[in-house]
C-alpha cells in the first residue's frame, strides 16, 4: 500500500495562490493521482487527477482554469497550484493513488492538509 503526505495548506486572503504537495512512499501513484477536497458537511469532491505517465490532466468544473495539477517522478510527489482562491476553495484537501481518472482506490487517505481563504 502507498502512504500518502500532504503538505502546503495554509490561511490566505481571496485572491491568493498556495501550492500543495503530496509524497508517496511505500510505493509508487500508481497509474493516477488524485486531489480530493472536503468542506465542513460537505461531501468530498475529487478536484483535479493527471496520469503519472503521460501526464494527462482533468479537473473538476469548480476548479477549472485556477487550479493546476503536476508530478514530479523523481521526487515521487504530486503537487496542486491553486490560483484566485476564494472563500468556497475552503476544505482539507487531500491526494490519493488510483488505477484510473479519479480513483482513489491504492492506498489509505493521508493526513489532509487545511485551507482556509478569507473573504
Known amino acids: 500500500q502507498v502512504q500518502l503526505v500532504e503538505s502546503g495548506g495554509g490561511l490566505v486572503q481571496a485572491g491568493a495562490s498556495l501550492r500543495l504537495s503530496c509524497t508517496a512512499s511505500g510505493r509508487t501513484f500508481g497509474s493516477y493521482a488524485t486531489w480530493s477536497r472536503q468542506a465542513p458537511g460537505k461531501e468530498r469532491e475529487s478536484v483535479a487527477t493527471?496520469?503519472?505517465?503521460?501526464?494527462?490532466?482533468y479537473y473538476a468544473d469548480s476548479v477549472k482554469g485556477r487550479f493546476t495539477i503536476s508530478r514530479s517522478s523523481a521526487k515521487n510527489t504530486v503537487y496542486l497550484q491553486m490560483n484566485s482562491l476564494n472563500p468556497e476553495d475552503t476544505a482539507v484537501y487531500y491526494c490519493?493513488?488510483?488505477?484510473?481518472?479519479?480513483?482513489?482506490?491504492?492506498?489509505?487517505w493521508g493526513q489532509g492538509t487545511q485551507v482556509t481563504v478569507s473573504s
Open positions: 493527471i496520469n503519472w505517465i503521460g501526464g494527462s490532466r
Open positions: 490519493a493513488a488510483g488505477t484510473g481518472p479519479w480513483a482513489t482506490d491504492l492506498g489509505s
